[in-house]
C-alpha cells in the first residue's frame, strides 16, 4: 500500500516541485535489469564512448589532456580498459582552474553551483545542468 502511495502521489508530487524527472529514470533502470549482460555492456561501453567523445570535443581541460596523452574515446569500444590511460582528475586541479571543465556548450552562469564535500579538506565548486 506504501508502495502504491509513493508511486501515485509522492513521486509525481516531488517531480513537479523540484522539475526533474525521477519516474523515467526508475524505468530505465526497470528495463535495465531485463537486459542481457552482453546487451548491458555493449550499452555501458557505448555511454562511455559518448561521455569520452563529448570531453575530448567540448571540455577544454579533457580536450588538451587527452591531444597530450594521445587518447581516442573509440578505443573504449574495443576495450575498456583502455580507460586506465586517462590519469585520475583531483581536486586540485578542477579547483585551479574550473572554468576549463565546463562543457562549452553551457555558460557557467546557467549552471547550478554546488560545493564539494568539506569533512577533511577544503571545498570546491562544482557546477551541473538539471540534466546530470
Known amino acids: ?8 502521489f509522492i513521486f ?3 517531480e513537479r516541485l523540484t522539475n526533474r524527472s ?3 529514470k526508475l524505468q530505465i533502470l526497470r528495463q535495465h535489469h531485463l537486459e542481457t549482460k552482453q ?3 555493449n550499452k555501458k561501453k557505448s555511454q562511455l564512448f559518448e561521455i569520452l567523445s563529448i570531453a575530448k570535443n567540448k571540455v577544454p581541460y579533457y580536450s588538451d589532456l587527452f591531444k597530450q596523452i594521445g587518447f581516442q574515446p573509440e578505443c573504449i569500444l574495443k576495450d575498456i580498459r583502455f ?5 585520475f582528475t583531483d ?3 578542477i ?6 571543465f565546463i562543457n562549452s556548450d553551457f555558460k557557467k ?3 547550478i553551483k554546488r560545493l564539494t564535500g568539506v569533512s577533511t579538506c577544503p571545498t570546491n565548486d562544482i557546477f551541473y545542468s538539471l540534466d546530470a
Do not use: C, Y
Not at 500500500?1 to 501515485?8: E, Q, V
Not at 579547483?95 to 576549463?100: I, L, V, W
Open 1 to 8: 500500500m506504501l508502495n502504491h502511495i509513493k508511486s501515485t
Open 12 to 14: 509525481p508530487f516531488s
Open 22 to 24: 525521477v519516474t523515467s
Open 39 to 41: 546487451v548491458r555492456e
Open 83 to 87: 580507460l586506465q590511460e586517462i590519469p
Open 91 to 93: 581536486k586540485a586541479l
Open 95 to 100: 579547483k585551479e582552474d574550473t572554468q576549463r
Open 109 to 111: 552562469s546557467d549552471l
